[in-house]
């Protein structure tokens, strides 16, 4: 299994970011998939959740400014994110489901002016 | 939400020695199917998270019997046996129960 995120960068407060999560090594439209969170020296932090069949869940801190989507054909997972706030900032890991045992390498998300 | 509360541990730990990590949640994580649904993690420094455990006592693939996970539905521990120092790093709970899924802040393990 191997998970491999991109688009992060810096960005302003207000504007959005797209970040990718490229996964192989296993049949991706098979699995839900996480994005996972860790803000500079702090803890982990749940995100968003895709199911196989698309059905999604978001955490109330990004609710209404984030979606996470995905495209099996590509084998791809994605977060959209907008209206970024700068307690946003963070490495953002994207995890496969059932039971979190895979994670990429994180991609870093700093949102400052 | 359920809230994740981990317990701190008293460092360093000499290798050798035994460790044990605990977590409390604010609410039963055993679902309808019995099973009892916390992970473990462990994250080195400039890792990304390690899975340990899952379903309270499995571990997960690889994982060294040093680490045992065991408790209630609302309190658990993760037990590391004969410490090494590649076992140092912060070691976090997660309940995945019920979403929004939730972490413990994190207990720091370091290694004398």
């Known amino acids: 299994v191997q998970l491999v995120e991109s688009g992060g960068g810096l960005v302003q407060p207000g504007k959005s970011l797209k970040l990718s999560c490229s996964a192989s090594g296993f049949t991706f439209s098979s699995y839900g998939m996480h994005w996972i969170r860790q803000a500079p020296g702090k803890g982990l932090d749940w995100v968003a959740y895709i199911s196989s069949s698309s059905g999604t869940v978001y955490a109330d801190a990004v609710k209404g400014r984030f979606t996470i989507s995905r495209d099996n054909a590509k084998n791809t997972l994605y977060l959209q994110l907008n209206s970024l706030k700068s307690e946003d900032t963070a490495i953002y890991y994207c995890?496969?489901?059932?039971?979190?045992?895979?994670w990429g390498q994180g991609v870093m998300v700093t949102v400052s002016s | 939400d359920i809230v994740m509360t981990q317990g701190v541990l008293p460092n360093p730990v000499p290798s050798g020695e035994s460790a044990s990590i605990t977590c409390r949640s604010s609410k039963s994580l055993v679902y309808k199917d019995g099973k009892t649904y916390l992970n473990w993690f462990l994250q080195r420094p400039g890792q990304s998270p390690q899975l340990l455990t899952y379903?309270?006592?499995t571990r997960a693939s690889g994982v060294s019997d040093r680490f045992s996970g065991s408790g209630s539905g609302t309190y658990f521990t993760l037990k590391i046996s004969r410490v090494r120092a590649e076992d140092a790093g912060v070691y976090y709970c997660?309940?995945?129960?019920?979403?929004?899924?939730?972490f413990g802040s994190g207990t720091k393990l370091e290694i004398k």
């Open positions: 379903w309270m006592s």
């Open positions: 995890a496969k489901n059932g039971p979190l045992e895979d």
């Open positions: 997660q309940q995945v129960r019920e979403y929004p899924l939730t």
